[in-house]
């Protein structure tokens, strides 16, 4: 079992920035790979980006790309999502997911891939 909890959701204006974190527990957070998803009102949810165990790999949608970064800290169990220039079209849950799947396999944007997932973070992008 692997336990998540995301942090740093709030109200920003269009232009701003906000930093996500998610922490995470229960299982050797350096084994799996990490990712972020989001679901804005009415939609269904989808890929942002993800990294790899290692943090070696990262993989963004073409939405965020660019203006944003994921990071992850191994000896902390925390990983990080750092969005900037923020669009209203961003307004969404935004939910961090763990990947536990085969050792050595590749990063996947596919959220039924991912095992485990956190209660998500509110993020409201004002025009």
């Not at 799996?32 to 165990?53: D, L, T």
């Not at 923020?86 to 596919?110: R, S």
């Not at 959220?111 to 973070?121: K, L, N």
Request: proline residues 2%; glycine residues 12%; contains cysteine.
């Amino acid at each position: 079992q692997v336990q998540l909890v995301e942090s740093g959701g709030g109200l920003v204006q269009a232009g701003g920035s906000l930093r996500l974190s998610c922490a995470a527990s229960g299982r050797t957070f350096s084994s799996y790979h990490m990712g972020w998803f989001r679901q804005a009102p009415g939609k269904e949810r989808e890929f942002v980006g993800a990294i790899s165990n290692s943090g070696w790999n990262t993989y963004y949608a073409k939405s965020v790309k660019g203006r944003s970064a994921i990071s992850r800290d191994n000896a902390k169990n925390t990983v990080h999502l750092q969005m900037n220039s923020l669009k209203p079209e961003d307004t969404a849950v935004y939910y961090c997911a763990a990947d536990l799947g085969v050792p050595g396999a590749a990063v996947t944007q596919d959220q039924y891939d991912y095992d485990f997932w956190g209660q998500g973070t509110k993020v409201t992008v004002s025009s």
